[in-house]
C-alpha cells in the first residue's frame, strides 16, 4: 500500500484548502484513512478519519464543522476539505491508512500501518 497526500499550500484565514490522500496497490474501500497533523515543536494530533467499520467520519473537536472527510472509491482516494482555515491549522498533514483498524482507534495514530508524505499547510492570519 502507498498513500500520497497533496493539495497543501499558502491560504489566508478563512479561505478554504482540499487536501487529497491517493491510494494505489490497494482499494482504499477495504481500509479507514485518517488525517493527522503536526505543527512546528508540537505532538502529532489527530484531525479526521474515515470509519472503515462503522462507514461514517470522525473529527478532533478544533476542527469539527470545519473540516469534512469523505472516501471516494471511484478515485481511490480520501479528500479532507477544509474550510474557514485558521492560523492554528498551518501544520504538515499526513493521512494514513489500516485495514483493520475499527472504530474506536481511529484517532491513535500508532495503530495506522500506512503513512504518507505529509503536505504543508500554511494559513496567515
Known amino acids: 500500500v502507498q498513500l500520497q497526500a497533496s493539495g497543501g499550500g499558502w491560504v489566508q484565514a478563512g479561505k478554504s484548502l482540499r487536501l487529497t490522500c491517493t491510494m494505489s496497490g490497494r482499494n482504499i474501500r477495504d481500509y479507514g484513512v485518517g488525517w493527522f497533523r503536526q505543527a512546528p515543536g508540537k505532538e502529532r494530533e489527530f484531525v479526521a478519519a474515515w470509519s472503515r467499520t462503522s462507514n461514517r467520519a470522525v473529527y478532533a473537536d478544533s476542527v469539527k464543522g470545519r473540516f469534512t472527510v469523505s472516501r471516494d472509491t471511484a478515485t481511490n482516494t480520501a479528500p479532507l476539505q477544509m474550510n474557514s482555515l485558521k492560523p492554528e491549522d498551518t501544520a504538515v498533514y499526513y493521512c494514513?491508512?489500516?485495514?483493520?483498524?475499527?472504530?474506536?482507534?481511529?484517532?491513535?495514530?500508532?495503530?495506522?500501518?500506512?503513512w504518507g508524505q505529509g503536505t504543508q499547510v500554511t494559513v496567515s492570519s
Open positions: 494514513a491508512a489500516d485495514r483493520t483498524l475499527i472504530h474506536g482507534r481511529v484517532t491513535y495514530a500508532d495503530d495506522y500501518d500506512y
